[in-house]
């Protein structure tokens, strides 16, 4: 009994909750910033609140108001959407081993609050993942930035310039903030974020790829990479012990 | 609301919300070779440094924010603090530059 109630959903909830406060604090500088953006491109205030609660993805929604204010043609636009987005498939389906429900519709439907943010926090977790856990960091996550969309559309303002600059730092001081825990406690991590960095900026100075495959090739070559030689090593000291 | 945003944004949803939901079907109660399953916990660490770089260099046109901003954050993370109080931190750090300068 003493093991179910240590999972009890009520409690997974209010950790992902927390473990959402940072991805929140983050999303909120960006989101008022879309919202006053897509006020200059002309959507309304309903447009704006509709988009950032179907589509929850800030990098396409930022992307979308730009092809719209050169005027690209809709099916462009999704298309775009697609290509950017698709990075989550890779993200999902890792997830998906640390994700403990046997119902798979309850993983279906909270799959849609899947963003960089929500995943990566996710990923870094020590137990393993429960839909609980993932309800509360979504729906912190989902409601900064569906608030504070219609906020910046709102006020028609995003926060004064100082802090704006300076927040812009938050998301990734978040990243920075889960990864280094484990690479101080794993040369592997050291070597799979390295890599990564190291493709990525290949790929975007060069501009070879545009930002969504970018991300999906240089995480792909760099987990490859070093699980192919993670495996040459372990079989390399077998022999040496035979 | 116009009805072409409209449907703009229904097909945005949709291509979005396909991604992130397509491996929890697919993949739903299959074991993975051992291979894959290597590969796909490799995936966060890995997701993390590409995302991180060079993205963090160039929030600001000013590239030194940027420097500046990954190494309060990666100070702080490295000594142990947690991640609300290396967000804060690095927010803070950055103030004071963008005061300062």
């Known amino acids: ?242 | 609301m116009s009805s072409q945003i409209v449907w703009m944004i229904a097909g945005m949803a949709i291509v979005t919300y396909i991604p992130r939901l397509l491996p929890f079907v697919l993949f739903k109660g299959k074991e993975l070779p051992v291979f894959v399953q290597g590969i796909l916990k490799n995936v966060p660490y890995a997701t993390l440094g590409a995302l991180i770089f060079p993205g963090i260099l160039f929030i600001n046109e000013d590239i030194w924010f940027g420097l500046l901003g990954a190494a309060a954050s990666f100070t702080a993370a490295f000594l142990g603090a947690n991640v609300i109080i290396v967000v804060l931190g690095s927010i803070a750090v950055l103030s004071v530059y963008s005061f300062l300068f």
């Not at chain 1, 604090?25 to 989101?31: E, F, L, N, S, V």
């Not at chain 1, 609660?53 to 099916?75: E, P």
């Not at chain 1, 070879?208 to 990479?225: E, K, P």
């Open chain 1, 1 to 242: 009994m003493a093991e179910i109630a240590v999972n009890k959903p009520a409690t997974e909830y209010r950790r992902g909750l927390q473990s959402g406060i940072s991805i929140a604090i983050g999303y909120a500088p960006i989101a008022l910033t879309f919202g006053l953006l897509a006020k200059t491109t002309g959507l309304s205030i309903g447009e704006t609140a509709l988009m950032s609660l179907l589509v929850f993805a800030g990098a396409a929604q930022y992307i979308s108001l730009s092809l719209l204010s050169l005027g690209t043609g809709i099916f462009e636009i999704i298309l775009t959407t697609f290509i950017v987005n698709i990075r989550h498939f890779l993200m999902s389906t890792s997830l998906n081993e640390k994700w403990e429900d046997s119902q798979t519709a309850n993983k279906a439907i909270l799959s849609f609050g899947i963003t960089d943010e929500t995943f990566s926090v996710a990923a870094v977790r020590d137990e393993k993942v429960t839909s609980g856990y993932m309800l509360g960091l979504i729906s912190i996550s989902y409601s900064s930035w569906v608030v504070c969309s219609g906020l910046g559309h709102l006020i028609g303002a995003s926060l004064p310039q100082t802090l704006q600059e300076s927040m812009s730092v938050a998301l990734y001081a978040m990243f920075v903030g889960l990864l280094v825990p484990s690479m101080k406690k794993s040369v592997k991590v050291v070597f799979l974020a390295a890599l990564a960095a190291i493709f990525n900026i290949i790929f975007t100075l060069t501009n070879a790829l545009s930002t969504g495959w970018a991300i999906v090739l240089a995480t792909l070559l760099s987990a490859v990479i070093v699980e192919l030689i993670e495996n040459a090593r372990n079989r390399q000291r077998r022999r040496e012990h035979e």
